[in-house]
């Protein structure tokens, strides 16, 4: 009998060679968010406002660096027309306290205030203006305590205590050898003090968002970097059950640290508890974000470094004060990793550090892309330019001589293996004498070329013990793609594009055929922060494990279906087939068909949650402090104008191992961009302050790099495969900053001839470096 | 100090065509271009960064030419063309611009990128040849915190490019 066969559109499908092999990791996979940003249609905080807001917040701010808070008026605020509400701590709940790693920033506060970011009352109106009408008649008595402007004003004699226990908020040391005997010893002894700055983190998406409490849930969209931990403190602040708040993601402008700290979800949270079945609005300006917002932390290094005279490192003794603010945030994590990165990728046998963190009445210092690492190289790598040079060493050849090799040991005893911090360096190096350097024969009299490197590591994840882990789902769908469910959160650096390619490469599917959800609390598990340049690692990992096990399921399935070993099978392109006979194969989609009726769950969750182990308090040493370390290196080229003080680089060069770039495109973006930050910190950036007030809270004063500031950063991705990461990956975000600043400093040290200390290097700072005229000199006040 | 809040503002109105489209409506005296686009019109493409000036994050084209729509008010708008990031797109075909910035990873975390584009776009109208100078000088008002800018640049060459060969 013959039997007529009718050719459908779908088997035409099938007799379609499949696709050539099509790696996701390793590829630079368009990005998935990219047209709906370019498009303007990309839902940020702000832009939820014109369709959904009903009622408006403002947030009432302390107009005292320091005072004890007398009275609450709200009379005359509620007399405004539109003024629906105004809210106090005694409207709050639950314990009206936030603070990532010590619960000590009240979020409405109520009987003193500590900066001038303090928030004392929530206004909410039927519009912003109203509202903010009628924050300013809030009427708040104050009497004033003393205003810890300084680190030093707060650590002298009789100083105002900020808390009963007082201003040091706590101390790290690292204890390891024999300084002292050491350091007498030693050919050489080199002694200096940097003073680093406070910097904003000036994301451009302002804090914005909404808050809606329909009597059961109470649903907020607003950016932050670790959407379960936040769920959490809100929940604590307002007295609220967990399951009853559910956070989503908008798209987020950037975050760089700026956004691990509890910022808006409290006074939203607030206002709609209170105005149940109204969509609530809030957003800062620009000025309102740098004022409330938490910083990178200032910090004072005092550095002593000991040498033989064949330029073996011997010694270093380190002491640091951290520029803590007002409250904790996550200062004391910043202090352990400022500690543990104090000595950098260089082997010193013997080693002393002690970090003192100090409360002053500034804003809270807390999270920023480096996280006290970054502050901790532009020290070493300063000592070890000084030291270099006090030896009359090459400068590479002294580094060299010093850098750990593999299984050589950190600054915590930590012994490290594979180390490619040399590798790092011979490629920056070696992509600087690509072009021949131009020198200073060319160059009038005032000016000055010089050119620098550095070489750093990094520790990655929170270290020293910390949980951390990542959860993630994976699961196949009806038409055969394949979606992934993580609580990590897309701040601009990539995610989720690094999460789709990670599993869509174990699933054998192409790009179109993945899906993400991400940083949804009701739909998604937790997977810790965006921080700690953690998430390709930690999250990866996790992405990674779900998506083996949903492959071990399909590939069972299709066993059954091809009638072979599941180890003679290929998924390739949305496509089961048996290795040595393509034609036998059969679809990703019938799978999942077949699959369903077999039983398979074709869903798969991991859990990834490596074992760090919590450094020994008296010597700060462990023999895994952090899960992997990461290195890079990289070399600057600057022109100095000696007259005016003017710095322009003129190439940058950045190389860093990643272990394997899973998209090499967000890689070389986070490198870039980590430069660029870098550069705006070695050069222009700084939050001044004046009795705890900052007098540039805007980007007219607080200075960020444009387009005509950086030079075209050459990118170098180094691959040394990472046995513990997904595909050997392990992460980027950060380093890129760290290794930055310290070249350009390095290389107007060459440059001028004089070793710089304070940040930023501004026009000012460096004619002042050249000129040897401290700005405590007499000679100062003529400017 | 917050800034202090006036009381009431009067009302004036604005006719205007925006992307193409005819808008009549009464707007604050004080309220900037921006709030317009966004809070009345809900074009929210057009984004506000540091509100005074700075960052070209809010760069729409009046009558072809960029502006920062936080520094312009809206009543000045009156019997203007205005274009914002809506506008470029046309159905579901991306302009090149945009295009080129998805291509070259020019959009991170995305937020400068309208403004970015809109830049880049009064650039290309006005020169079929463009040197690097140009090229950084058009774009220098516009801040970008994520890319370090090489993608950026990267992205407007190509979108140059394409747009000289078609």
């Given at each position: 009998?013959i ?15 499949i ?13 998935i968010?990219?047209?709906e ?10 832009d ?8 408006f ?5 302390s107009?005292?660096?320091?005072a004890?808070i007398?009275?609450?008026?709200t ?6 027309a539109?003024?629906?509400?105004v ?8 314990t ?5 790693i ?5 979020a409405?506060a109520?009987?003193?205030?500590r ?5 004392i ?5 039927k ?7 009628g924050r300013d008649?809030?009427e708040?008595?104050?009497e004033?305590?003393?205003?810890i402007?300084?680190m030093?004003?707060?650590i002298?004699?009789g ?11 706590g ?7 024999d ?5 007498a ?6 002694t200096d003090?940097f003073?680093?700055?406070t ?7 302002i804090e914005?968002g909404?808050?809606h ?9 607003v950016?932050?970097?670790?959407v ?10 307002l007295?609220?059950?967990v399951e ?7 798209v987020?402008?950037?975050a760089?640290?700026?956004r691990?700290?509890?910022s ?9 508890l209170?105005?149940?079945g ?9 000025s309102e ?8 932390h ?6 002593t ?13 380190i ?7 007002a ?5 004391i994590?910043?202090?352990?990793k ?13 080693v ?23 502050q ?5 790598e ?10 009359n ?6 580094r ?6 593999s ?5 915590t005893?930590?012994?490290?293996d ?9 490629k920056?190096?070696?992509?600087f004498k690509?072009?021949p350097?131009?020198?200073?024969d060319?160059?009038?009299d005032?000016?000055?070329?010089g050119?620098g490197?550095?070489a ?5 994840g929170?270290?020293?013990?910390f949980p ?9 769908n ?10 990590g959160?897309?701040v601009?650096?990539?995610l ?10 174990d699933?054998?599917l ?11 609390t ?15 690692y ?17 590939l ?5 279906k091809?009638?072979?070993h599941?180890?003679?099978?290929t998924?390739q ?7 040595a ?7 990703i989609q ?16 991991a859990?990834?949650?490596?074992r760090?182990i ?10 895994r402090?952090f899960i992997?370390y990461?290195f890079?290196?990289?070399?600057s ?6 007259e005016t ?7 940058h ?15 070389e ?7 660029a ?6 050069l222009?950036?700084?939050v ?5 007030r ?5 980007l007219?004063?607080?200075?960020i790099?444009t387009i ?13 495969d990472?046995p513990?990461g997904?595909?050997?990956?392990h992460?980027?975000?950060e380093p890129p ?12 040290y060459?440059?001028?001839g ?6 930023p290097?501004?026009?000012e ?5 050249i000129?040897?005229?401290r ?9 | 100090?917050?800034d202090?809040?006036?009381m009431e ?6 006719a205007c065509t ?5 808008f009549t409506?009464?707007?604050p ?11 009345v019109?809900?074009?929210?493409g ?6 005074e000036g700075e ?10 030419e960029?502006i920062n729509?936080?520094?312009?008010l ?9 274009t914002t ?22 959009a991170?975390c995305?937020?400068?990128t ?11 109208n006005?020169r079929?040849d463009?040197?690097e100078?140009e ?10 915190r ?7 640049i990267?992205?407007v ?10």
């Amino acid at each position: 009998m013959i039997q007529q066969v009718t050719t459908t559109e779908s088997d035409k499908a099938q007799d379609a060679p499949i696709a050539p092999p099509d790696h996701l990791v390793g590829k630079s996979c368009r990005r998935i968010d990219g047209k709906e940003k370019v498009t303007g249609t990309a839902l940020y905080g702000a832009d939820l406002f014109p369709n959904s807001a009903e009622l408006f917040a403002s947030v009432v701010r302390s107009q005292h660096a320091h005072a004890n808070i007398t009275a609450i008026d709200t009379t005359k605020a509620l007399e405004v027309a539109g003024v629906l509400g105004v809210y106090t701590h005694a409207d709050v709940g639950g314990t009206n306290i936030h603070g990532l790693i010590r619960r000590d920033h009240p979020a409405l506060a109520s009987k003193r205030v500590r900066y001038l970011g303090d928030a004392i009352a929530v206004v909410v109106a039927k519009t912003e203006r109203a509202a903010k009408l009628g924050r300013d008649r809030v009427e708040v008595s104050y009497e004033p305590l003393p205003v810890i402007a300084t680190m030093e004003q707060a650590i002298a004699d009789g100083a105002c205590k900020l808390y009963p226990e007082g201003n040091v908020m706590g101390d790290k040391r690292i204890r390891k050898g024999d300084v002292e005997l050491a350091l007498a010893n030693s050919h050489v002894v080199v002694t200096d003090t940097f003073f680093t700055q406070t910097v904003d983190h000036a994301f451009l998406d302002i804090e914005a968002g909404t808050g809606h409490w329909d009597g059961q849930v109470l649903t907020l969209y607003v950016a932050g970097q670790w959407v379960h931990e936040e769920r959490r403190l809100i929940a604590l602040a307002l007295g609220l059950p967990v399951e009853q708040i559910r956070i989503i993601q908008p798209v987020t402008g950037g975050a760089f640290g700026g956004r691990e700290d509890i910022s808006i979800q409290i006074y939203l949270g607030l206002a709609a508890l209170k105005h149940q079945g109204k969509t609530i609005a809030l957003r800062y300006t620009r000025s309102e974000s740098m004022r409330a917002r938490h910083k990178r932390h200032a910090l004072k290094i005092e550095s002593t470094f000991g040498a033989k005279a064949d330029g073996t490192l011997t010694a270093a003794r380190i002491v640091v004060h951290s520029d803590e603010g007002a409250y904790a945030s996550t200062g004391i994590a910043v202090m352990r990793k400022a500690a543990s990165h104090a000595t950098g990728p260089y082997r010193v046998p013997n080693v002393e550090v002690d970090v003192y963190g100090v409360h002053t009445n500034n804003n809270p210092t807390g999270a920023m892309r480096g996280f006290g690492a970054c502050q901790m190289a532009i020290a070493y790598e300063g000592m070890m330019d000084r030291i270099a040079r006090a030896l009359n060493m090459d400068r590479e050849a002294f580094r060299r001589k010093n850098l750990i090799q593999s299984g050589d040991t950190v600054t915590t005893g930590q012994h490290v293996d594979p180390v490619s911090i040399g590798h790092c360096l011979s490629k920056a190096i070696a992509k600087f004498k690509e072009r021949p350097y131009p020198g200073n024969d060319k160059l009038p009299d005032y000016m000055r070329r010089g050119w620098g490197m550095s070489a750093i590591c990094f520790g990655l994840g929170y270290g020293d013990g910390f949980p951390d882990c990542s959860r993630a789902r994976v699961e196949m769908n009806d038409d055969g793609t394949a979606t992934v469910y993580t609580g990590g959160v897309e701040v601009g650096q990539g995610l989720l594009n690094t999460m789709m390619q990670i599993a869509g490469e174990d699933l054998g599917l192409p790009m179109e055929h993945m899906r993400i959800v991400a940083a949804d609390t009701e739909l998604t598990d937790e997977s810790g922060s965006s921080s700690a340049t953690r998430q390709t690692y930690f999250t990866g990992n996790a992405v990674r494990m779900a998506a083996s096990e949903l492959r071990e399921q399909v590939l069972d399935i299709a066993g059954i279906k091809l009638k072979v070993h599941p180890h003679e099978i290929t998924l390739q392109q949305g496509w089961a087939f048996e290795t040595a006979k393509p034609d036998n194969r059969v679809s990703i989609q019938q799978i999942c068909t077949e699959g369903l009726t077999r039983g398979y769950s074709l869903k798969a969750t991991a859990l990834f949650k490596p074992r760090t182990i919590t450094e020994v308090p008296q010597t700060g040493q462990s023999p895994r402090a952090f899960i992997t370390y990461l290195f890079g290196a990289h070399v600057s080229q600057v022109l100095v104008n000696m007259e005016t003080g003017e710095v322009k680089v003129e190439r940058h060069i950045a190389a860093h191992d990643v272990g394997k770039a899973v998209n090499p495109q967000s890689v070389e973006g986070q490198i870039v961009g980590g430069v660029a930050q870098g550069l705006g910190m070695a050069l222009m950036e700084e939050v001044t302050y004046k009795d705890g007030r900052i007098m540039n809270p805007g980007l007219t004063d607080y200075i960020i790099p444009t387009i005509k500031d950086l030079p075209p950063v050459e990118a170098i991705i180094v691959e040394h495969d990472d046995p513990g990461g997904p595909f050997g990956a392990h992460g980027v975000g950060e380093p890129p900053l760290i290794g930055a600043v310290p070249a350009i400093l390095s290389a107007i040290y060459d440059a001028t001839g004089k070793a710089p200390c304070e940040l930023p290097m501004n026009p000012e700072r460096t004619w002042r470096l050249i000129n040897d005229v401290r700005e405590n000199d007499p000679l100062s006040k003529v400017f | 100090m917050p800034d202090p809040t006036p009381m009431e503002i009067p009302m004036t109105q604005v006719a205007c065509t925006v992307n193409g489209e005819a808008f009549t409506r009464d707007v604050p005296v004080d309220s900037p271009l921006l709030e317009f686009l966004r809070d009345v019109l809900g074009l929210t493409g057009t984004k506000g960064a540091c509100l005074e000036g700075e960052c070209g994050s809010c760069t729409v084209l009046v009558d072809g030419e960029t502006i920062n729509s936080c520094l312009m008010l809206a009543a000045q708008a009156n019997n203007r063309s205005i274009t914002t990031i809506e506008g470029l797109a046309s159905g579901a075909e991306l302009d090149v611009i945009q295009d080129s910035f998805v291509a070259t990873g020019a959009a991170q975390c995305g937020y400068c990128t309208p403004g970015l584009i809109m830049s880049a776009r009064a650039l290309l109208n006005d020169r079929p040849d463009i040197s690097e100078t140009e090229l950084l000088t058009a774009l220098e008002g516009n801040i970008c915190r994520c890319t370090g800018y090489a993608s950026i640049i990267e992205a407007v060459k190509r979108a140059h490019r394409e747009s000289q060969s078609s």
